[in-house]
């Protein structure tokens, strides 16, 4: 057994060990390849890791990168020891400044979010590419749409009951896969498919998730339907491998993500990133500094970079019979070809943290409106990006889009875990509702193109970007 003192000593790039979960690792050899960047490795070294690692990485990480003998065994509990010896940067909940009860709106959550979680995690999360003005566009795009209400119509009750992909739920929104969940809260991804359960409502696994596919099946209720986002890792085969387990355990959906071909350069969160890592002041080493390049903090495996239509179609409608979405078509031909292609288009710019100056779905979906209309007869539209009203939902909605994705609205709510993500559902249900009786309508089906104005849209941007 090793103590805290002597694992202190290898503290340097030249003999690196931490301490995760109680168990010491000497991963010198493995500083400079560490997917995140040596810096933040460097930052822990010699020092317990295990708060900081916790949210980041699954519980299989370590064996997957550190041969056994890296694996120096347990450190020692020393009588003055305790667990208040141990450093923690813990990405969770350090000291809860805004509270749950004061939340009424999504952008309440992210102000929560903003206060409660430590600078890195909420930039994580936050962050857009380069100068956001994608995740910004995203969002204002969808204010810039005009709702027109049509009066004296009688409204008795609300219905905003939806099918997505032959399944009925409670409502037209769902929860978009997001890795690194559990950088809001521990309970991460299960805390998401848990108030989805509750509340009827659609998760759209991450394949990405911070637990696996069976502990996201095993989150569900009974008879809750989720779909699964997978993307084309390299070896295909694990991916083949994955989508069959992921039928097998229920997943009634898929969506391929094809928006990410290549990492998003995320400032936001590569600066937090860098505040947090220590400098060690060694000038010559500047030169080769390119930090201005790191990939995101939580990371994820390439992915297959050969596809082009027809072959990646192919390859996923023959593994699986279940209803395809392509995720991240940014204009109306690509979603023209989805409907050529048989499979759905989920209009997505990936939250704004991939292309920045890529349309937000509010351009597409009106572009698509114009184009080329019959795609909302042949395919379902799903879309998503910059939604934080229940008014974003209908119009959405009114212009024919199927079912409306929010990442960030519940991720921020997942501040507060499960109970955070139910507020946040109740909160949207009631404000489509609230819409859609001063709209003038009592059921989504009643919402058409009429009930929406999006004449601006071209206008804001340019004054937007001025
Ligand atoms: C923290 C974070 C992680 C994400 N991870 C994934 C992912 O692993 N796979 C994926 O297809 N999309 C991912 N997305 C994109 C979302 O699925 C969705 O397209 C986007 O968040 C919608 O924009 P919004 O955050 O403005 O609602 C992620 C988004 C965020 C914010």
């Given at each position: 057994m090793l103590t805290r003192s002597e694992v202190k000593k290898h503290s340097n790039r030249k003999s690196c060990w931490v301490i995760i979960n109680n168990t010491v690792y000497d991963i010198t050899d493995f500083v400079d390849s560490h997917p995140g960047g040596s810096g933040i490795l460097l930052k822990y070294a010699g020092r317990d890791a295990t708060e900081a690692f916790k949210p980041l990485h699954r519980a299989d990480t370590l064996e997957k990168y550190l041969t056994?003998?890296?694996?120096l065994g347990h450190v020692l509990i020393e009588d003055h020891d305790t667990s208040k010896n141990i450093e923690s940067t813990s990405p969770t909940i350090t000291s809860k400044k805004v509270k749950l009860s004061s939340t009424i709106s999504i952008a309440d959550f992210e102000y929560a979010a903003s206060q409660n979680l430590p600078l890195s995690s909420f930039a994580f999360l936050k962050t857009g590419a380069e100068d956001e003005y994608a995740v910004n566009w995203n969002r204002n795009s969808w204010k810039v749409i005009r709702l027109r209400p049509r009066v004296l119509r009688p409204i008795d009750r609300i219905d905003i009951s939806h099918t997505i992909f032959g399944n009925k739920f409670s409502a037209p929104f769902f929860i978009c896969p997001a890795g690194g969940a559990k950088v809001a809260n521990p309970g991460g991804d299960v805390c998401l498919t848990k108030a989805a359960g509750k509340h009827d409502i659609l998760h759209w696994v991450c394949n990405n998730a911070g637990f696996n596919v069976e502990e996201m099946a095993n989150a569900r209720v009974p008879e809750q339907t989720t779909y699964w986002q997978i993307y084309a890792m390299a070896d295909l085969a694990i991916t083949e491998r994955e989508v069959k387990h992921a039928i097998s355990l229920g997943y009634k959906g898929f969506a391929l993500t094809v928006d990410a071909i290549w990492a998003g350069k995320r400032e936001r969160d590569v600066r937090a990133g860098l505040s947090e890592t220590e400098v060690d002041g060694n000038d010559e080493e500047e030169d080769e500094d390119d930090d201005f390049s790191k990939g995101p903090s939580v990371k994820r495996p390439p992915v297959?970079?050969?596809?082009?239509w027809s072959a990646a179609v192919k390859w996923l409608q023959g593994l699986t019979d279940l209803p395809i979405a392509i995720k991240g078509i940014q204009c109306w031909e690509d979603a023209a070809l989805c409907m050529h292609y048989g499979v759905h288009p989920w209009l997505s710019n990936h939250g704004g943290r991939q292309l920045d100056g890529a349309p937000s779905a509010a351009d597409t979906l009106v572009s698509i409106r114009k184009n080329c209309p019959e795609v909302f007869d042949r395919c379902e539209v799903i879309v998503d990006g910059g939604i934080t009203r229940g008014s974003d939902i209908v119009k959405a909605i009114a212009f024919g889009a199927r079912a409306v994705g929010l990442g960030r609205g519940f991720l921020f709510s997942l501040v507060f875990g499960e109970r955070g993500v139910s507020k946040a559902i109740r909160m949207l249900k009631h404000e489509i509702e609230t819409t859609m009786a001063l709209l003038g309508v009592s059921s989504l089906d009643q919402l058409n193109p009429s009930y929406v104005d999006a004449s601006s849209l071209d206008y804001a941007f340019a004054r937007a970007h001025l």
């Open positions: 056994a003998d890296q694996n297959y970079p050969h596809f082009n």
